[in-house]
């Protein structure tokens, strides 16, 4: 019995097929998950299942018979809710008001405002969300946002959930809360779709499984009959080695001394050294402080404190003092932060490396040259031509990454190296930074997956509350890092 | 999200490089086919030299605005320089008498003062971080009425003697070119050079797609942005300098307008009103449609003049339509 299901769907943009022959089918009361590396085409899937875009051939099922919705509200009309990767709320609207966007509860011609109130109330301790109906969008954060979607779409009488990657921007305690929320619509019999790059979390919730690759099923069936080495491999279609790379560090000259480092309403007094060839990782929750402390110290947000940048002070109150001398924050936000999207490759590579290519014009033969050279050392797929934002997730923080080493920096400070990638290119960013410090450059990474903190660096702050609360070997284990970083344990004051 | 999915860049904007270029064909065409004198010399020189100050200011507006700023005072702000320069010239008559030097120092004081006023729109919004439509439109207030003050409410007329010195610099030039189309020529063959090959004009672009991501990537989005308000200031001198010789007056009317002409040839030009793209060459196509509009009616008695500013409108509209269009995905 199934509700929802493609069947031999395939779908060409212009000349080029990118979903070849797909078969899926989703069940009411099950969960199903789709993985696959990034490009392999399960988001184009699951807009054909939710009448985002048409299916070039093949057919869409639902309750077996033959669909074409003529846009995504005829979808909804059948019960079927897509929350996207990319939040799509009102900002300036308030949380209630976005609930209930284009659904408003009317007594006469008039709001029932008291209605709406209580509804929404109850979807939010439903969520355990504690989020006031009235704040505006744009001031939650990427979590709560999430959460308001997910609202959203409770609100309707859902029979399919498709969720593209709900978790990447949750938190451990968040994610938590979203698995209970699908296992409770899952024993209301609602049928639910999702993508993740976290195995674990796959592993933990998922019924059915099915696994994409290069625009094909390469498998699909319960997802007991997986665990998540075998997941890995067949997204990959190799066997996977070990997802990170030796450490073979041998810590050189201080690079980067900071004391009593605090950014006004984020962090306070915050310090630390690197070293030439170390990779420094800083843990904590999304909220701790991490990001904005980094911004902070590169010139990014106002801040105050000593830093000294090989042994020299440092004052840094623009990005492009801190690039001067050889300091470079990547930031974790690619898509507006990072990339101009509406840009070409060339344009975006040599943004921030603009001078080496100046000669009073700019050697546009240069640029060319420079990118032959990022695509062939970061492996970037993709067309020459293509606007930046066409580009995958992967290959987009590879171009960033490439973009930000063209300026050459000593001091790298590299946020969520790995958001929303998968595990292919992940293990190859990871490659990456090993390299970099071997070559003797002093990199921090910022992550909120534990597993690559301990993975990739030889010492590990973990932060919490604007604050460093310990500081970790890279032997530390999750458990260590949890406790420092909900305030458990301390380990710098005595107890 | 699948890479061999992804459009290449240029077939995203061809209708909007075809658009601005086939209007101007086809308005060429309409307006020979109406009136056999509209393809001579005569109508084709004055219709550029018309062309020259809008199109000198639109020129950098198009800086100001590709890097996704506005500039609402370029109008009064040639009204003041104009009185300003006149003032000073007629000032200096006495002591320098009448010659070429005064002439040269109204020019100086033109440039500075457009410099400045530029500047000091350029500071308020960047420093300050005030809009730079509040800013301008503060300043446009504040240049027309200082111009009114200078005037006493009437007009500030050149001295007899400068007057005819100064003339030819808009009504002579060289092998029958007057002066202000080689200027305008000058400054929009400058201005693409430094719009599509220099690190300027790249940084304008990437300030106008996304100001955070410039900002990141460690480019000084504030100086940048002050030094298109600057060169903006610079280019309303340079345009008031060809203009003061043409009437040897100014007034609290003079320069009216010219900054939504200016905006208008921008726009129209294919330049993205939100900043991010722009190209200095639709500008020019944009002046000259805007003109060619205006030559038309006064050509031909198919359509009263009085509705020149109507079609002119119409025209905005169509191209910000076509605008959108080329930019849908």
Not at chain 2, 235 to 241: E, K, N, P
Request: hydrophobic share 50%.
């Amino acid at each position: 019995m199934t509700v929802l299901a493609l069947r031999d769907v395939s779908r060409s943009f212009g000349p080029i097929e990118v979903l070849h022959g797909v078969d899926i089918a989703l069940r009411p009361g099950r969960v199903h998950a789709l993985i696959g590396e990034n490009g392999a085409g399960k988001s184009t899937t699951m807009k054909i299942m939710t009448g985002y875009q048409p299916p070039s051939s093949g057919q869409v099922l639902l309750d077996g018979q033959p669909v074409s919705f003529a846009n995504m509200g005829a979808a909804e009309d059948q019960g079927i809710s897509m929350i996207h990767q990319e939040f799509n709320l009102a900002e300036q609207l308030t949380v209630e008001q976005n609930i209930f966007l284009g659904r408003e509860l009317k007594r006469g011609p008039f709001l029932d405002k008291t209605a709406m109130r209580a509804r929404t109330r109850e979807l939010l301790d439903r969520l355990e969300c504690r989020v006031s109906p009235d704040r505006v969008v744009s001031t939650l954060s990427n979590s709560d946002k999430q959460m308001v979607e997910i609202a959203k779409a409770l609100l309707r009488e859902t029979r399919v959930l498709v969720m593209d990657e709900p978790t990447a921007v949750l938190t451990r305690a968040e994610t938590a809360i979203l698995l209970r929320q699908v296992r409770a619509l899952r024993e209301a019999g609602t049928a639910v779709l999702f993508t993740s790059h976290k195995l674990d979390e796959v592993e933990e919730i998922a019924d059915d499984l099915t696994i994409m690759r290069d625009g094909r099923v390469v498998w699909t069936g319960e997802a007991s009959l997986m665990n998540q080495h075998a997941m890995a491999n067949a997204m990959v279609g190799r066997e996977m080695s070990d997802l990170f790379p030796a450490k073979v560090s041998a810590p050189g000259e201080v690079a980067l001394e900071v004391a009593n480092l605090s950014v006004p309403g984020f962090s306070r007094d915050v310090g630390f050294t690197l070293c030439r060839g170390e990779v420094l990782g800083v843990a904590g929750l999304i909220g701790s402080g991490r990001t904005e402390t980094f911004e902070g110290l590169c010139g990014l947000r106002p801040a105050t404190g000593e830093v000294r940048v090989f042994g020299q002070p440092a004052r840094i109150d623009h990005p492009w003092q801190a690039q001067a001398l050889g300091l470079c924050y990547l930031t974790e936000d690619r898509k507006t932060r990072g990339l101009l999207l509406g840009k070409g490759l060339r344009e975006n590579l040599t943004l921030q490396a603009l001078s080496r290519f100046d000669r009073g014009l700019l050697d546009t033969g240069a640029e060319e040259r420079a990118l032959d050279q990022a695509i062939a050392d970061f492996d970037i797929r993709g067309h020459r031509d293509a606007l930046v934002g066409n580009l995958s997730g992967g290959n987009q923080q590879k171009l960033l990454f490439a973009k930000t080493m063209l300026a050459d920096p000593q001091i790298i400070v590299i946020d969520e190296p790995t958001r929303g990638i998968d595990i292919g290119t992940k293990q190859q960013m990871y490659v990456l930074i090993r390299r970099l410090a071997a070559e003797g450059r002093a990199i921090v990474v910022i992550s909120s997956e534990m597993q690559e903190v301990i993975g990739l660096a030889d010492r590990i702050l973990v932060m919490r509350h604007g604050r460093i609360t310990g500081e970790l070997g890279a032997d530390a284990t999750e458990d260590a890092i949890v406790k420092l970083a909900m305030g458990v344990a301390t380990e710098r004051e005595p107890a | 999200m699948t890479d061999a999915a992804a459009p290449a860049a240029p077939r995203r904007i061809r209708m909007t490089v075809i658009g601005p270029i086939l209007a101007l064909v086809l308005l060429v065409i309409a307006g020979a086919l109406m009136n056999p004198n509209f393809l001579g010399w005569d109508n084709v020189t004055n219709v550029l030299a018309r062309s020259a100050f809008i199109g000198i200011i639109a020129v950098g507006m198009t800086f100001v605005i590709t890097a996704g700023g506005l500039d609402l005072s370029v109008g009064s702000m040639a009204a003041f320089i104009a009185g300003l320069m006149i003032l000073v010239m007629n000032s200096l008559v006495p002591s320098m008498g009448v010659g070429v030097p005064v002439i040269l120092v109204g020019m100086a004081v033109a440039l500075l003062a457009g410099l400045a006023a530029g500047m000091l729109n350029g500071i308020l919004i960047t420093r300050l971080g005030i809009e730079a439509f509040i800013v301008t439109l503060g300043s446009m207030g504040i240049y027309r009425s200082l111009v009114t003050w200078l005037a006493d409410g009437g007009t500030l007329s050149l001295d007899f003697g400068l007057r005819s010195l100064y003339q030819p610099v808009y009504y002579g030039g060289i092998f029958g070119i007057t002066w202000p189309i080689i200027v305008f020529a000058v400054v929009v063959v400058i201005g693409e050079i430094v719009m599509r090959s220099t690190a300027f004009g790249r940084y304008c672009a990437a300030i106008g797609s996304n100001e955070q991501v410039a900002k990141y990537s460690s480019v000084r989005v504030d100086r940048v942005r002050l030094m298109t308000y600057a060169a903006l200031g610079l280019l309303v001198g340079i345009a008031t300098i060809m203009y003061v010789p043409r009437l040897g007056s100014a007034s609290s009317a003079t320069g009216m307008l010219w900054e939504l002409e200016a905006i208008a040839a921008v726009i129209i030009g294919g330049t993205v009103l939100k900043g991010g793209f722009g190209r200095v060459w639709g500008t020019v196509i944009g002046v000259l449609i805007l003109t060619l509009i205006g030559n038309l009616l006064n050509l031909t008695d198919f359509v009263s003049p009085y509705l020149n500013g109507a079609i002119q409108g119409a025209i905005i509209v169509l191209a910000v339509v076509l605008q959108r269009e080329g930019k849908a995905r």
